[in-house]
């Protein structure tokens, strides 16, 4: 739906309909501001149409793919697990369609928000254009996104490579699949893919896969990964491809092998979408890497002009976008100073076993003079139940025994972070999760139990341990 805009300012122009722009809009609506967003493609932005939601849909389909072939380990023996790779798209596009009611024009229309779709660019610090229309605006938010990074090395252009933009609209799952890559979506869907029956090779750059996770964590995906059959190549570049008549084509890696694939997918990183938009004009200044420079605030080097979400070049998480886009229409439309806490965004890589984190990395604890303490699931009663003993709940812990990040590895880890969050976020004690029953067999009982060891060794070490030997024996002479 496309609406036209009379020749006011606006309170608010909002440029990107993605998670960002959707909860900027919406926020600032509901404080009774005159919004417009501007959106040039779809409503919903990555997360609904190319990212989160198509991707844990996919892995949905994988898991229970795994879990049938596996479960012979747990006694039940299926007799034949086929993937009907049509129908797990079917599945992929019916949950994108499910959700995005929640995005579309009507959803802001019903808050109050007006929508435009079109290509907007800045014409001045207060002024942008639309469809040849021109707009001025009290303020406004960019929060355009970002894009695939693709990568100028040689032949790629002769193979219709694959990125997360166009990997959902494949109908035949690819035989032999070549992931370049091994951050978070090359991980993920790598995995995906050979757990649906593509015989897949990884190629990651750097020494390890999830080089911003705790090194035992990118151990364990590693391992889990090439149980799953992916051929993971750490420390390895790809320096040509040779594109095959017919399709696919053959890669030239750095260590002198070469793989054969039919279908090649790019997952090497973002780029900011700012392109198209001119911010020049507005005066918003870039920082080094091409994204919005903004401060804790959002607020850009032009004082009306905010943004939020991926095009900030803070870590790019759905979570993080929409909580941006709050913080950003809050200042912007109330006058408001607040901050985004950049310690504790979590993050959840949704392999098998999930990694979830938040604050310090356990490998970093020492730096911030913390400890760290941990509870390996081998020790947990859930994952022994479930058969699913591999991975650790870590808590990095300060010296007055606040928690100041954790990392957790296992099923379900991106449920059980919740709480380290919390923690990490309002600087709860070990002995606040302590004192608090959890329940029986979770994987959570991890994390408290890492809370409780953490108490445990407080209460036995130094003065304190000093003061319960006194109470104790004080104790025994009164009740003698
Ligand atoms: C495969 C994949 C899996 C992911 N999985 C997860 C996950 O599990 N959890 C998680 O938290 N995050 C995940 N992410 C990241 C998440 O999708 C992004 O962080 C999030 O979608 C960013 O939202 P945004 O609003 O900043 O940008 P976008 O969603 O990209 O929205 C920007 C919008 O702006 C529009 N636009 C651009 N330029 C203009 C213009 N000039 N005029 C008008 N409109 C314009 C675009 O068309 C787009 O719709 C994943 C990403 C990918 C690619
Ligand atoms: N579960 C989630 O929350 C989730 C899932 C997917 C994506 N995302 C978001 O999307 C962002 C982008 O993901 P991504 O995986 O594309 O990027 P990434 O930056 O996380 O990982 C890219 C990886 O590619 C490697 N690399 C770079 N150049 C290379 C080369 N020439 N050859 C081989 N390897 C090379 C790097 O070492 C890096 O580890 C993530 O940072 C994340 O914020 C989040």
Redesign the pocket.
């Known amino acids: 739906m496309t609406e036209t805009h009379s020749g006011s300012a606006v309170d608010l122009l909002v440029?990107?309909?993605?998670?960002?722009?959707?909860?900027a809009a919406k926020t600032a609506a509901r404080f009774g501001a005159d919004v417009l967003l501007?959106?040039?493609?779809?409503?919903?932005?990555?997360?609904?149409?190319?990212?989160?939601?198509?991707?844990?849909s996919l892995i949905a389909a994988a898991d229970a793919a795994t879990c049938a072939r596996s479960s012979a380990e747990l006694g039940v023996r299926a007799s034949e697990v086929a993937v009907d790779f049509a129908a797990v798209m079917r599945h992929v596009h019916a949950a994108i369609s499910t959700i995005e009611p929640e995005d579309s024009p009507e959803a802001l229309h019903a808050v109050g928000a007006r929508v435009t779709l079109?290509?907007?660019?800045f014409l001045g610090p207060r002024e942008a254009e639309?469809n040849g229309e021109r707009i001025r605006f009290r303020q406004a938010i960019i929060?355009?996104?970002?894009?695939?990074v693709m990568p100028g090395i040689e032949g790629l252009d002769r193979v219709d490579a694959l990125?997360?933009?166009t990997?959902w609209d494949i109908d035949e799952l690819p035989s032999r699949l070549l992931v370049l890559g091994g951050g978070?979506?090359g991980c993920?869907?790598a995995q995906a893919f050979a757990r649906l029956g593509s015989h897949v090779t990884l190629v990651q750059r750097n020494a390890r896969l999830l080089p911003k996770e705790d090194e035992a964590a990118s151990a364990i995906v590693a391992e889990a990964l090439r149980a799953d059959g992916v051929d993971v190549l750490t420390g390895t570049e790809l320096e040509s491809i040779t594109a095959a008549t017919g399709g696919g084509g053959t890669a030239a890696l750095s260590t002198g092998d070469a793989v054969r694939f039919d279908r090649i997918l790019v997952?090497l990183g973002?780029s900011p979408?700012?392109d198209?938009?001119d911010v020049a004009a507005a005066g918003v200044r870039l920082d080094d890497r091409g994204y919005v420079e903004v401060n804790d605030a959002l607020r850009s080097s032009n004082r009306r002009i905010w943004a939020?979400?991926?095009?900030?070049g803070l870590?790019?998480?759905?979570?993080?976008?929409?909580g941006?886009?709050s913080t950003a229409a809050t200042n912007a439309v109330l006058g408001l100073r607040r901050r985004i806490d950049r310690d504790a965004v979590p993050?959840?890589?949704?392999t098998h076993p999930e990694v979830a984190a938040v604050g310090v990395l356990p490998d970093d604890a020492a730096a911030h003079t913390c400890t760290v303490s941990e509870v390996q699931h081998a020790h947990t009663d859930r994952a022994i139940a479930e058969g699913e003993t591999v991975g650790f709940t870590r808590l990095v812990i300060d010296r007055r025994g606040r928690v100041r990040g954790a990392t957790i590895v296992g099923p379900r880890a991106g449920e059980s972070i919740g709480e380290a969050c919390l923690a990490v976020s309002a600087g709860l004690r070990t002995s606040a999760i302590s004192s608090a029953t959890h329940p029986y067999p979770t994987y959570s009982d991890a994390l408290w139990n890492a809370a409780i060891a953490d108490v445990r060794s407080r209460l036995e070490s130094g003065a304190l341990a000093t003061v319960i030997g006194v109470l104790a024996r004080v104790r025994r002479l009164v009740t003698r």
């Open positions: 440029i990107g309909g993605g998670t960002a722009g959707i909860v501007v959106e040039r493609d779809r409503m919903g932005g990555d997360c609904l149409w190319t990212g989160c939601v198509p991707s844990k079109g290509s907007a660019h639309v929060a355009t996104g970002s894009a695939p990125t997360s933009e990997v978070a979506i993920e869907l997952a973002r979408r700012v198209d938009l939020a979400g991926d095009v900030t870590p790019a998480f759905t979570h993080l976008a929409g941006g886009g993050r959840v890589t949704f």
